[in-house]
């Protein structure tokens, strides 16, 4: 009590209270009789039913102090009524006024910008549509060729790309900054004009991810420099497991001395794709060749040749693989040039560790393949690794151009967003029959990729076991005696210019799907027609 008078008499609490609260505070007490003694006279004049003054002060006292609480409790609900009443207006303004207030805007993301470095054949902008980052971000397309690009970089600004292409008769001109590059040319050619490792710099120094990794994409320049890799490989797991060719590296013509064995294969500086590669065949040659080499100015590798039976091809797009076989009908001895027969087979363990080998070259390779020859004498040799400039063969071509748009989006929501996305479901072959595909083909290694009306068209299936080798199926053996076992006789192969070749081949293969003596007789025929025709 003694408290609260303290606290109600302090000047400052009393002058913050609302008007006529605590009146009753300020009110003077009536008089004590012991402070002033009543006169007789007063005495006198008091009615005789009025208590005396001893006895009225002491009421007076607890009406004082009834009073006190009840205006101190009053003070308290009139300040929490006020507080309600004025959250309650604030609540009300606020929610006028969001009410009035234009809805807000959606947040404008800016689309990410992926470079595509390809020829034109191939629209890399219909793959990508309707894809988006994490859900979130557009992806813009910008495509162009090596030779169509201009690029400056620095610290402060990244890569700047100036690209001029013709599109439909027009000339197209556009500035950017990309995001993203993907890779689908070589970047360096001995031809004139088409060294583009400045521009693989230049994008390198402006810090923009891609697939392959620029880093990748630059040491693949060089053929003899990939293959030192590969020579790490084979000192590694073995000539068992890593079947490498042998090579041998000249700097110069001056240090190119005849090898003790012929025929051997000289590769001129960075050949590739068919290019570039000659066959000798004795002493003399090689010494004519060491001529050319020194008109050339750059180096060369030699060989042993391979008398093939065919080549094989196994690629790795992500967690996706295939292998192919490749037969030449036209009797090149490099498989990729004039008429050929691809045909996809199975994808066994052996193939599956070259190519994943392969993959861990320069800190990991998206997309590569590993080409090898199976040879004559039952061997395989490896020859060359390819990066993500490869060309896409077989019949599944459109597959392997979605599955490389799958790879590119995951790979550009993790570099650019920092968000880890699922890898696409790889692709592996099922025990039992594996179904292949076999194709003739035309050309050089554009023309072997095919397109896809060209894959359109009707080819034979051919049914074959999983552990069933390719050198297996091609084992040569007499044809079946005709009027056996009630067995349907069987007729020469012959064509005719005139005939349809396709139309043919099929016919052939659909009557012997399940002998394979009959197959190997038939590659055979077919090989010394189609030699008989291309002769002329």
């Not at 012991?34 to 007076?60: D, I, L, V, W, Y």
Request: charged residues 20%; aromatic residues 8%.
């Amino acid at each position: 009590m003694n408290y609260l008078r303290r606290r109600l008499s302090d000047s400052s609490f009393v002058a913050n209270l609302p008007n006529g609260y605590m009146m009753d505070l300020q009110r003077p007490s009536p008089p004590s009789s012991t402070s002033s003694p009543a006169s007789p006279a007063t005495e006198r004049r008091q009615q005789p039913g009025a208590p005396p003054p001893a006895q009225a002060s002491a009421p007076g006292q607890g009406q004082g102090s009834g009073s006190l609480f009840s205006s101190f409790s009053s003070v308290v609900k009139t300040a929490q009524l006020a507080s309600a009443v004025q959250a309650k207006a604030a609540a009300h303004a606020e929610s006028a006024a969001a009410a009035s207030a234009p809805p807000p805007k959606p947040a404008i993301r800016k689309p990410r910008i992926l470079l595509v470095i390809d020829d034109p054949h191939t629209d890399w902008a219909k793959y990508f549509r309707g894809k988006k980052l994490n859900g979130e971000y557009e992806i813009r397309i910008e495509q162009a060729e090596f030779s169509e690009i201009n690029l400056a970089s620095s610290i402060s600004n990244g890569c700047t790309i100036d690209m001029q292409v013709t599109r439909g008769g027009s000339k197209v001109v556009r500035s950017f900054k990309p995001d993203f590059v993907l890779i689908r040319q070589h970047a360096y050619s001995m031809t004139p004009g088409e060294d583009f490792r400045s521009l693989v710099i230049g994008l390198h120094y402006g810090g923009v991810q891609s697939i392959n990794s620029l880093f990748s994409i630059y040491n693949f320049c060089s053929k003899p420099w990939v293959f030192s890799q590969m020579i790490k490989l084979y000192h590694s797991m073995g000539p068992e497991k890593f079947p490498l060719n042998e090579q041998t590296f000249y700097p110069s013509h001056s240090q190119m001395l005849p090898t003790p064995a012929f025929p051997v294969v000289v590769k001129m500086g960075h050949a590739h794709a068919g290019m570039g590669k000659i066959k000798v065949e004795n002493r003399n040659d090689f010494q004519d060749i060491t001529s050319v080499v020194a008109l050339a100015k750059t180096y060369a590798t030699s060989e042993p040749f391979v008398d093939s039976k065919y080549d094989i091809r196994i690629q790795k797009i992500g967690n996706n693989y295939k292998a192919y076989m490749r037969t030449s009908i036209s009797g090149n001895w490099k498989a990729n040039t004039g008429s050929a027969m691809l045909e996809q087979i199975a994808m066994t363990d052996r193939y599956r560790l070259w190519v994943d080998s392969c993959a861990e070259m320069f800190g990991g390779l998206d997309i590569c393949a590993v080409k090898a020859v199976h040879g004559k004498d039952g061997y395989d040799y490896i020859i060359e690794v390819m990066d993500s400039s490869m060309p896409l063969i077989g019949e599944h071509i459109e597959e392997d151009k979605q599955l490389i748009t799958d790879l590119v989006v995951n790979k550009m929501t993790s570099a650019l967003l920092g968000v880890s996305s699922p890898p696409p479901a790889s692709s592996k072959p099922q025990p039992g029959l594996q179904t292949t595909q076999p194709r003739r083909t035309q050309g050089g290694p554009r023309s072997a990729s095919g397109s896809p009306s060209q894959s359109a068209h009707g080819s034979p299936q051919r049914a074959r076991s999983a552990t069933t080798s390719p050198s297996q199926a091609f084992q040569p053996g007499p044809i079946p005696a005709s009027g056996s076992g009630g067995g349907s006789q069987k007729q020469p192969i012959h064509l005719n210019k005139s005939q349809s070749l396709t139309n043919t081949f099929t016919e052939t293969l659909r009557g012997s799907a399940t002998d394979d003596e009959a197959k190997a007789e038939t590659i055979r025929s077919l090989r010394q027609s189609f030699a008989s025709l291309f002769s002329d």
